[in-house]
């Protein structure tokens, strides 16, 4: 039994609008607006309804991470708002896993010209402590939060399938980096800013070649923390396989305690 007043006509023929577009729906949210009306549907068929004081175009945030399956290294997620006042985007604004470095960084300063961004980190001790979901989950939402000191998001699209918690309506696609322009762009955003990090941590820590692998488990940097112990911006859950490390004498307490319990830390 549906509870409150009737629905006006105007509201019915709203109504019908928003069920043909669900059955149709496409893989992005839809947006409609009609007269004092704001509608959101998201990918999963929820219906927002709200109150449009001042229709205002749709401010849609790409938001992704880079730094998920290092071993060392914080997480750093970037949110991105694309520009609207651009006939086509460019051709590099895509996955930041498929660019060359060089084009990267091309695409990053053009992003910081033209787009409205915003970035966010967990650190190594946080992935540790909480878990890599609990720290990826953070560092996104304190690169939404950085985004929205500068303009308020309608709608949030997610890369990846996790069901992570926003304080705005938000869908996840999978390979949204490869699919999304935002997310694309957020994506190069939170990428650039964790390599020149592993590049700065490179000089805090110069055996490690962080400069050169950004912390993530290539042979070499397994090799290096083999021979010479994790160092304090190692993940030292992500390590359990590295159980034959040793520990270097002015390495923490309470590594060469854990080393000594058989695992490089708990």
């Given at each position: 039994?549906?509870?409150?007043?009737?629905?006006?006509?105007?509201?019915?023929?709203?109504?019908?609008?928003?069920?043909?577009?669900?059955?149709?729906?496409?893989?992005?949210?839809?947006?409609?607006?009609?007269?004092?009306?704001?509608?959101?549907?998201?990918?999963?068929?929820?219906?927002?309804?709200?109150?449009a004081?001042?229709?205002?175009p749709?401010?849609?945030?790409?938001?992704?991470?880079?730094?998920?399956?290092?071993?060392?290294?914080p997480?750093?997620?970037?949110?991105?708002?694309?520009?609207?006042?651009?006939?086509?985007?460019?051709?590099?604004?895509?996955?930041?896993?498929?660019?060359?470095?060089?084009?990267?960084?091309?695409?990053?300063?053009?992003i910081?010209?033209?787009?409205?961004?915003?970035?966010?980190?967990?650190?190594?001790?946080?992935?540790?402590?909480?878990?890599?979901?609990?720290?990826?989950?953070?560092?996104?939402?304190?690169?939404?939060?950085?985004?929205?000191e500068?303009?308020?998001?309608?709608?949030?699209?997610?890369?990846?399938?996790?069901?992570?918690?926003?304080?705005?309506?938000?869908?996840?696609?999978?390979?949204?980096?490869?699919l999304?322009?935002?997310?694309?762009?957020?994506?190069?955003?939170?990428?650039?800013?964790?390599d020149?990090?592993?590049?700065?941590?490179?000089?805090?820590?110069?055996?490690?070649?962080?400069?050169?692998?950004?912390?993530?488990?290539?042979?070499?940097?397994?090799?290096?923390?083999?021979?010479?112990?994790?160092?304090?911006?190692?993940?030292?859950?992500?390590?359990?396989?590295?159980?034959s490390?040793?520990?270097?004498?002015?390495a923490?307490?309470?590594?060469?305690?854990?080393?000594?319990?058989?695992?490089v830390?708990?």
């Open positions: 039994m549906r509870d409150g007043p009737p629905a006006s006509k105007n509201q019915r023929t709203i109504h019908k609008r928003v069920q043909l577009r669900i059955a149709t729906a496409p893989l992005v949210p839809v947006y409609l607006v009609r007269k004092n009306t704001f509608i959101i549907i998201d990918l999963i068929n929820n219906l927002s309804i709200m109150p004081t001042a229709l205002q749709a401010v849609i945030v790409g938001v992704d991470e880079a730094g998920r399956g290092a071993l060392a290294g997480v750093v997620a970037g949110a991105c708002v694309l520009p609207k006042n651009f006939r086509s985007l460019p051709p590099f604004l895509q996955d930041s896993k498929q660019l060359d470095p060089d084009v990267r960084e091309h695409a990053f300063a053009w910081c010209r033209n787009c409205t961004i915003g970035t966010g980190a967990t650190s190594a001790e946080d992935v540790d402590t909480h878990g890599i979901l609990w720290a990826t989950e953070l560092a996104m939402q304190r690169a939404v939060a950085a985004l929205a500068e303009v308020t998001p309608t709608y949030l699209l997610i890369d990846g399938r996790d069901a992570f918690w926003f304080d705005y309506p938000h869908s996840s696609i999978i390979h949204g980096d490869a999304e322009p935002c997310i694309s762009a957020a994506s190069i955003v939170a990428k650039v800013t964790r020149r990090l592993m590049v700065a941590y490179d000089k805090e820590y110069p055996h490690y070649a962080f400069a050169c692998h950004k912390g993530y488990g290539t042979p070499e940097h397994l090799d290096l923390v083999k021979s010479r112990g994790p160092c304090s911006i190692h993940r030292k859950t992500f390590l359990t396989k590295c159980a490390a040793p520990v270097m004498p002015d923490p307490a309470t590594t060469r305690r854990a080393h000594q319990r058989g695992r830390a708990a």
